[in-house]
T-cell receptor, first 113, second 114 residues
Framework: DGGITQSPKYLFRKEGQNVTLSCEQNLNHDAMYWYRQDPGQGLRLIYYSQIVNDFQKGDIAEGYSVSREKKESFPLTVTSAQKNPTAFYLC????????????FGNGTRLTVT | AQSVSQHNHHVILSEAASLELGCNYSYGGTVNLFWYVQYPGQHLQLLLKYFSGDPLVKGIKGFEAEFIKSKFSFNLRKPSVQWSDTAEYFCAVRSKAAGNKLTFGGGTRVLVKP
């Protein structure tokens, strides 16, 4: 079955530590995205990539970093500079073009204490 | 910059009632519009989408949405809801001019009472 795999489902970290969230897709999609979901704020775009070795900042990129070395993978690092990292993180992918819907993973819930 | 506004944060209604969720977007150019749904404990799923043509779009599970360009709106409707429609609903807009980013509204939590 094709799809998007995010791991782990739950992640706990101490404040001051960087943490990397995994996202893998086998849909052969060129574009991949990271969103953050907070209650009442919907989904906010962190970073997106439309092709391998290229990515752009979304609306709330500060304190995050990404890489896109392979088409299938788009890991997100939450750095210690992110002031409010506890959230639900969603990865998505799509074919390119504005009329392509996004396919979402099941998300990773990150808790930083 | 494109943005999306969903007017209701929470909606509570009884089974068989009609549902309408408001969605307005800010960008005035050519846009593609989407409604996604997130059922409890599940991942986001596409409910319906509008690209061009007939402004009344039909989606899965009896949902439909109407694109009204003059009002920058894309409201979601269902004539008769079921308990299983309890979920969070997100409107989203995407445009080439905004780099094909998909921008979401804040979401509306819908609770259908049996």
């Amino acid at each position: 079955d094709g799809g998007i795999t995010q791991s782990p489902k739950y992640l706990f970290r101490k404040e001051g530590q960087n943490v990397t969230l995994s996202c893998e897709q086998n849909l052969n999609h060129d574009a991949m995205y990271w969103y953050r979901q907070d209650p009442g704020q919907g989904l906010r775009l962190i970073y997106y990539s439309q092709i391998v070795n290229d990515f752009q900042k979304g609306d709330i990129a500060e304190g995050y970093s990404v890489s896109r070395e392979k088409k299938e993978s788009f890991p997100l690092t939450v750095t210690s500079a992110q002031k409010n990292p506890t959230a639900f993180y969603l990865c998505a992918s799509s074919t390119t073009g504005p009329n392509s819907p996004l396919h979402f993973g099941n998300g990773t819930r990150l808790t930083v204490t | 910059a494109q943005s999306v506004s969903q007017h209701n944060h929470h909606v509570i209604l009884s089974e068989a009632a009609s549902l309408e969720l408001g969605c307005n977007y800010s960008y005035g150019g050519t846009v593609n519009l989407f409604w996604y749904v997130q059922y409890p404990g599940q991942h986001l799923q596409l409910l319906l989408k509008y690209f061009s043509g007939d402004p009344l779009v039909k989606g899965i599970k009896g949902f439909e949405a109407e694109f009204i360009k003059s009002k920058f709106s894309f409201n979601l409707r269902k004539p008769s809801v079921q308990w299983s429609d309890t979920a969070e609903y997100f409107c989203a807009v995407r445009s080439k001019a905004a780099g094909n980013k998909l921008t979401f509204g804040g979401g509306t939590r819908v609770l259908v009472k049996p």
